[in-house]
């Protein structure tokens, strides 16, 4: 994989983005230094704050970090389907270079699924409880494209098939449906319009570990046949690694650390993606209590000073807790924002 | 298990997002006893500071006067022939007289004494069952609460009117049968709802932490929950007041109070028997309604600010409206897209 | 399947709990009951309406439960007694005639109420902040506020009395008889339009309201932003989606609130002299016709239970979730 340019004066995060758009290897999207708080009584939460990515066209993007550091709000900001109290504060967000943030109502409901489809965190409930799960993904084919009902009918039975659902199913009631066929139904409503980026927030997270591996073994040969890129976000290190073309690692709304899935696996360097790796659960699958860091993730309306990971880095010296650090290449291709490592070259 | 308050585990609570958090000794009311007094004081400080509960109790607390100074505003038996019948409102006779020469505003005025007792008995005497009731009910679940919530469902569906005016036909006539049948038919609304607010506090970790040093259960229904529910059973006491005062009027404009005492009520039932509106003496019918009506809007006005006080959605768009910059007054349309807005800096 | 008969179970409970309650009802009074209410009539009953009385509620020198399972039998058989007022008809002949206007009035108004307040509720919540939104639920609380046969008192002797717009009392003109005939139904329909009207108004608040919260709430479900995340369009998402969800907790509210409706119809009735099962159980209290009382209380009891049969049969339509379970 090409190494982004190095970093230069400005926002660094900046180094990220992918400059060159010409050809295949254009950025499919790219966020850049986007900001993201909920307002509440005691003043914002700033849950995304100052993070930039992109994503090239077929490439798996993976994002973790512990819970509440913000990865869900990533994945809805894009969809701007954020709801109050949250509010974007800032930044860029271009699919193909068309600004999201700038669109109408009409440009942006054009946009949703058509060109980047989701699978939520919590698929259990995202099916409409009193709708067949059938009509649901007929829906969703209407709403973009004009066709008889019975064509998007018989496209709802080539998606059951795709995902491994008997197409009897699809006049099935969500309840009526087990959580592993909730979750195939819901990956195949995402796949309803073929669209060339899937955002997939924890698509397994809620489910037993042999379907999830079943699940996402699926997705992967999915994603080698038609091409899209992924937007994948996870805790479970082990699933990411084995998954992803690159990895970013969020603590408290910021990206700490960057770099290729095996380079982020084989040698991390941030003590937080440490953390993480120690608390890593074997690839066969069973759950191991996170051990890795202690303490708890902070409070995010007033996050500390300097490095946000001070309070709970084994490593903290006195500058850390005033100096914000950037992110920094310190190897070809891996960014990491951490006082410990000098900037590279 | 017995433990000392010291050693007491802090109440936490988990957040959407799966953090834990302390809870404020505010929101766990019982924890602190010692505060909880000024906690009361500062609760009405902050209802009253809303525009809404301020214009609500300052009503409440006019009729409060006038009842309670009665004698002083008009003075004299209410029910004395003062006038020729039917004599449109004066200088002299602010409302005018009744069918039988009665000053109108006279009567008024002591009639509030009587409908705002009997409203407020029963309002407390309502809340009190509905706490006991629906507590017990939500607290120990099962078998109690399966009785119990037969019990309140067979209340409900059993149509009230017609009940209470059977009831009323077979009781001896007077105050106490009116009070004693409101309060008997009007207890199962407010019970329901702490009864389900119940079954979700019982969850919580400070309700766990009472239970494991060795509370008895009394005092954790009443003690350690019942802070926290407050408002809820203030809410029901009131909706339970503007029942009374509204069914009592009902029971009395029927003709199945004691009409020979003076209330809101009974003032209705002489001007329909008296014609007072076929005679065009609309004087006799419109102040005590005028007034019930007030009163009820004014326990509505106090209820819907408890509940914008204390609901944490309508706090949140609150916070939002104040960001976005819209009149504080207007709640934001729904946005159909996470909104944008750009912050300097 | 299973679910109605829990709530065909519940119902029998609740049936039986108000026959129960009927029963104890005139031996509650104090003092022996018996003497009580031949007091009440100051000697003016016949002897065969005294028989009627005795007859009506068991009263016997039998033990109380024996006294108790012969009311049961006889309230089983359709046996209410005689009324007093009409003697000697029998208190299901008198409440015949009664039935069918309540259930008209009552079914009528409520099924307006419900449908105008829950679809102004999503109207307003979809255009939040809208005019309709902003101005609709003060003035309808402030309505509500109002007791609700003074309002329907003020609107007779303005509507009616004062401009003659509808007619004064009853439920069709005293020229004509009823039958199927065209002036008839009109003649019903005119004097439907206010007692029916009046309830409506102050109605709608309370379902407008209740569709508002549970649209609130449901719009924060995640189905709705995967909805939204799907690019529906706002209509869709807010009748296929949000309304169709929120409807479902307003339906089982509606349950509730038949016994509230239906029973407060009587007041309804009263003010217009519309002679239904309401109109008929003031006019028993007056006459002190105790039997009369009692199989009208019971009668609305049931027709409450019945409608709230209906609403089950009409949820069980609208939830798959009970459906399959
Ligand atoms: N409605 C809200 N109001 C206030 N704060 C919120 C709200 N929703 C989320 N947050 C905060 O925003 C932060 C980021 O939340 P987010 O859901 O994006 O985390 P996440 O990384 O997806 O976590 P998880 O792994 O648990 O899904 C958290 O600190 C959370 O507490
Ligand atoms: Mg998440």
Wanted: charged letters at 15%.
């Amino acid at each position: 994989m090409p190494a982004p340019p190095p970093s230069s004066a400005g926002p660094v995060s900046v180094a990220l983005l992918d400059h060159r758009r010409d050809g295949a290897d254009a950025p499919l999207l790219e966020v850049h230094d986007l900001h993201v708080e909920y307002l509440s009584p005691r003043g914002p939460v700033r849950a995304v704050d100052g993070v930039s990515f992109t994503i090239r066209p077929g490439e798996v993007l993976g994002l973790a970090g512990e819970s509440g550091s913000g990865k869900s709000t990533i994945a809805h900001a894009i969809l701007r389907t954020l709801h109050p109290p949250a509010v974007i504060t800032g930044g860029e967000v271009r699919f193909r270079g068309q600004d999201l943030l700038a669109m109408s109502d009409e440009e942006l409901e054009q946009f949703r699924w058509r060109d980047v489809s989701m699978v939520f965190q919590s698929a259990m409930n995202a099916l409409n409880p009193v709708m067949t799960v059938g009509d649901q993904i007929i829906d969703t084919i209407l709403a973009h494209q004009e066709m008889p009902r019975q064509r998007a009918r018989a496209r709802a039975v080539e998606l059951f098939e795709i995902v491994g659902i008997d197409p009897g199913r699809l006049n099935a009631y969500p309840f009526q449906l087990s959580g592993g066929m909730r979750q195939r139904a819901v990956i195949a409503i995402a796949l309803a319009l073929d669209p060339p980026m899937m955002i997939m927030d924890e698509p397994t997270t809620a489910l037993d570990v042999v379907v999830q591996r079943d699940i996402m073994q699926q997705i992967e040969d999915l994603k080698t046949r038609l091409g899209f890129s992924i937007l994948f976000i996870t805790h479970d290190l082990s699933l990411l690694v084995e998954f992803s073309d690159r990895i970013a690692i969020m603590y408290a709304g910021e990206i700490v650390e960057f770099a290729p899935a095996r380079e982020i696996f084989d040698n991390p360097l941030h003590p937080y993606t440490r953390g993480l790796m120690s608390s890593f659960p074997a690839l066969t699958g069973e759950k191991v209590r996170l051990t890795g860091i202690p303490g708890a993730p902070p409070d995010m309306v007033a996050p500390p000073t300097g490095c946000r990971f001070h309070p709970r880095c084994s490593q903290v010296k006195p500058m850390h807790r005033q100096v914000v650090p950037r992110l920094r290449e310190v190897t070809p291709g891996h960014f990491v924002a951490c006082h410990l490592y000098p900037e590279m070259g | 298990m017995a433990q000392t308050a010291d050693e007491r585990p802090i109440p936490i609570q988990t957040t959407p997002a799966g953090q834990v958090v302390p809870l404020a000794p505010d929101a766990t009311g019982g924890a602190m006893p010692a505060t909880r007094r000024s906690a009361v004081f500062g609760g009405v400080r902050r209802l009253l500071a809303n525009r809404k509960a301020a214009f609500g109790a300052a009503i409440l607390l006019m009729f409060a006067l006038v009842g309670i100074f009665a004698p002083v505003i008009a003075p004299g038996d209410p029910s004395d022939f003062v006038a020729r019948p039917h004599q449109a409102p004066s200088a002299e006779y602010w409302f005018g007289t009744t069918g039988q020469g009665q000053d109108v505003f006279a009567q008024t005025v002591w009639g509030t004494r009587v409908s705002l007792t009997i409203g407020v008995l029963v309002g407390i005497a309502v809340a009190i069952i509905g706490v006991v009731v629906g507590m017990t009910a939500g607290y120990f679940g099962g078998r109690v609460d399966d009785v119990l919530s037969l019990v309140m469902n067979v209340f409900l569906i059993v149509p009230a009117l017609p009940l209470l005016v059977t009831l009323a036909a077979f009781l001896p006539p007077g105050m106490l049968t009116i009070a004693f049948v409101l309060a008997f038919t009007g207890w199962p609304w407010g019970a329901r709802v702490l009864r389900s607010q119940m079954l979700a506090m019982r969850e919580k970790d400070f309700v766990s932490a009472a239970q494991i040093s060795g509370e008895s259960k009394v005092r954790i229904i009443f003690a350690e929950v019942l802070p926290n529910m407050t408002s809820l059973a203030v809410s029901g006491a009131f909706g339970a007041t503007v029942y009374a005062i509204g069914a009592q009027a009902g029971l009395e404009f029927l003709g199945l109070g004691d009409i020979s005492t003076i209330s809101w009520g009974t003032i209705l039932y002489w001007a329909g028997n008296n014609a007072g509106l076929l005679t065009g003496a609309w004087w006799t019918f419109v102040p005590a309604g005028l007034c019930i009506a007030l009163v009820a809007f004014a326990f509505a006005l106090l209820n819907y600010a408890l509940d914008e006080i204390t609901n944490p959605r309508l706090r949140a768009q609150r916070e939002i409206n104040n960001v976005l910059g819209r009149s504080k007054e207007k709640l934001p349309k729904r946005a159909r897209a996470t909104p944008v807005v750009r912050r300097a800096g | 399947m299973r679910y109605i008969l829990r709530r065909l179970g519940f119902y029998a409970v609740a049936a039986w709990a108000s026959l129960t309650l009927n029963f104890f009802l005139p031996r509650m009074m104090p003092g022996d009951p018996e003497s009580v209410i031949f007091a009440r009539f100051r000697g003016q009953l016949r002897p065969e309406e005294v028989e009627a009385l005795r007859e009506a509620y068991g009263l016997s020198d039998d033990p109380i439960f024996l006294q108790y399972f012969t009311y049961l039998t006889h309230v089983l058989r359709g046996d209410f007694g005689l009324s007093i007022s009409a003697f000697p008809a029998p208190v299901t002949d008198v409440i015949a005639t009664g039935l069918r206007w309540t259930l008209l009035l009552g079914g009528v108004s409520l099924v307006l109420g419900f449908v105008v307040g829950n679809a102004l509720g999503v109207l307003g919540t979809w255009r939040r902040g809208s005019l309709l939104d902003s101005t609709l639920p003060p003035l309808l609380i402030f309505i509500g506020s109002f007791p609700y046969f003074w309002l329907a008192t003020l609107a007779l002797y303005l509507l009616s009395f004062e401009l003659g717009w509808f007619p004064l009392r009853h439920a069709y003109s005293d020229r004509l008889s009823p039958s199927y005939s065209l002036d008839f139904v009109q003649s019903v329909l005119i004097h439907l339009i206010l007692p029916a009207g009046t309830v409506v108004l102050v109605s709608i608040g309370g379902w407008l309201l209740g569709m508002r919260n549970t649209m609130i709430a449901t719009l924060a479900e995640d189905y709705i932003t995967f909805a939204e995340a799907k690019g529906l369009s706002q209509r869709r998402i807010m009748f296929s989606y949000a309304a169709r969800n929120a409807l479902l907790p307003n339906i089982t509210a509606f349950g509730m609130a038949l016994g509230f409706v239906l029973g407060g119809a009587l007041l309804t009735e009263v003010v217009f002299s519309y002679p239904g099962l309401g109109y008929q159980l003031l006019t028993a209290v007056r006459n002190l016709d105790y039997p009369l009382m009692q199989g009208l209380f019971l009668m609305i009891t049931f027709a409450v239970l019945g409608a709230n049969l209906i609403v089950d049969l009409l949820y069980v339509r609208l939830d798959p979730r009970v459906r399959g379970s």
